[in-house]
């Protein structure tokens, strides 16, 4: 195809390329003059008579009555509309001519109407007053597919064959020659002495967000024109409407509810305007089994992502679970015990209620690891976790080694040395296969309680339970220690 440079001249050289006649640009042109009557478009059009006719139909399509002359047509549906309308029906004249590319051509008018119509629905169902430029640039963003098929026609349609996913066209094209039907159809509406809005959507209209910022509402209509007009045109109905699904939440905050009235209301205007456009349609019976065939899979997609949306929520709860708990006890780890244990305290204080910390420590534990091994010892730090897990539940945190701090909201010292002494009692009946022998642990537990007050921290709460376990192992182990009375807040 030569060079990027040489094909867009090759195009815009094209003897067969068709042409925009000059009276609809001289209408688009009038209606952008604020002071411009009506009289002067009506005699303007009235050279084409075709195109006359067409704006008529329209205007009687909008209103009960007769229309009986283009002065009251340009009335009803005001200037912009049938300028827009102009350009439209002539761009339909030219997609209409004598071409080699025959079903090539037809696909792509197709879905040139489709989409200016879903650009058009867009710009009114977000309300950003640009229904008209919308419409346009939905309709011409594919004109450059119309001069590449004029100009290199049967190289152009076989690269076309290559990729039929038409959100891929673009890179194939770059890499096949170096440019893109986006450029080529800037350069053509440039040539044709087009606004320059509608040169800049057709430019941008497959990466928005590089065009002029003044340019990019009209841009991303354009774009998501072109998404949801697929949902219509592709065989693999599901992965369009998913892919057209995606575009309206992320960009436009659509439910699922509006997208499928927006696909609804979409299939009903290419139905009226497809005469008037020469546009072949799905009939009514296929058209409705596309529409279920989109609803299913937007469904399924809504389904798929509340699936998703809980799975995450079950990783993320069990990641955190996981990073604060330790995997051979199961119980909590020390860093997430320096994460709570400040607003336990503050909770209890705040409550007015008693909170008292046990220090726990497995008795010659050293000795067990050394004697049985490391497999034994983790055996008996596993069966330490459970029993004070059943006992304290998850107010109990692995501190370090074979030691493990409970921080109990609401015991007094009574409750605190019940806890305690049923924890040591479970440990004395346990019983571990150590190879030859049975293992029997015991555990040392110190208790420091604090009824109220506004001063003792709860690091000096475990300090003072850590000061009672050494007085139970010098006492002899196995068996529980409570600290000196902590001063009242």
């Not at 303007?44 to 139909?57: H, I, Q, Y």
């Amino acid at each position: 195809m030569g060079s990027p440079e040489e094909l867009v001249q090759r195009v815009l050289a094209c003897r067969t390329l068709p042409m925009i006649p000059g009276t609809p640009v001289q209408i688009l042109q009038l209606a952008q003059n604020p002071d411009v009557s009506v009289p002067a478009i009506v005699k303007v059009m009235g050279t084409d008579p075709v195109l006359a006719a067409r704006v008529l139909k329209v205007a009687n399509r909008s209103v009960p009555h007769d229309v009986p002359s283009l002065a009251k047509a340009i009335a009803i549906l005001g200037m912009r509309r049938v300028s827009t309308l102009a350009l439209g029906v002539s761009l339909s004249a030219m997609f209409h001519r004598e071409q080699s590319a025959g079903a090539a051509l037809e696909d792509i008018w197709r879905r040139s109407l489709y989409s200016g119509l879903a650009a058009r629905v867009l710009s009114t169902e977000t309300r950003a007053g640009l229904d008209d430029e919308a419409f346009l640039g939905g309709l011409f963003q594919d004109i450059g597919m119309l001069g590449m098929l004029a100009a290199v026609g049967d190289e152009y349609e076989a690269l076309l064959h290559t990729r039929k996913d038409h959100e891929r066209l673009v890179d194939v094209e770059q890499f096949a020659v170096g440019t893109d039907h986006a450029q080529v159809g800037a350069a053509m509406a440039e040539h044709w002495r087009l606004p320059r809005q509608l040169i800049d959507s057709i430019a941008y209209h497959h990466s928005p967000a590089a065009g002029a910022e003044d340019i990019r509402p009209v841009s991303h209509l354009v774009w998501a024109s072109r998404v949801v007009a697929n949902v219509l045109l592709a065989e693999a109905t599901d992965s369009a409407a998913c892919g057209a699904r995606d575009v309206l939440r992320d960009h436009f905050g659509f439910d699922d509810a509006r997208i499928q009235g927006l696909l609804e209301q979409l299939a009903g205007e290419a139905e009226q305007f497809a005469d008037l456009f020469d546009v072949q349609t799905l009939s009514e019976c296929e058209m409705a089994r596309v529409l279920a065939q989109a609803q299913e899979a937007l469904l399924q997609a809504a389904l798929d992502a509340d699936a998703e949306a809980q799975h995450l929520r079950e990783v993320n709860h069990e990641l955190v679970e996981t990073a604060g708990r330790d995997r051979l006890t199961g119980l909590q780890n020390r860093t997430r015990l320096e994460e709570v244990m400040g607003e336990l305290f503050d909770r209890a204080a705040g409550n007015g209620q008693q909170i008292a910390a046990l220090f726990v420590d497995a008795d010659h534990f050293k000795s067990i690891n050394d004697v049985y091994g490391h497999a034994v010892g983790d055996d008996v730090l596993r069966r330490l976790g459970r029993i004070i897990l059943d006992t304290c539940g998850d107010s109990a945190f692995r501190f370090g080694g074979e030691e493990i701090v409970c921080l109990l909201v609401g015991d007094d010292a009574a409750g605190a040395l019940d806890t305690a002494e049923r924890i040591r009692q479970a440990a004395a009946d346990e019983e571990i296969n150590g190879g030859d022998h049975v293992v029997r642990i015991t555990v040392s537990i110190g208790v420091a309680t604090r009824n109220d007050g506004n001063r003792t921290t709860v690091e000096e709460l475990i300090a003072a339970a850590d000061q009672a376990l050494y007085a139970a192992k010098r006492e002899g182990r196995n068996r529980v220690c409570t600290s000196r009375p902590v001063p009242a807040w």
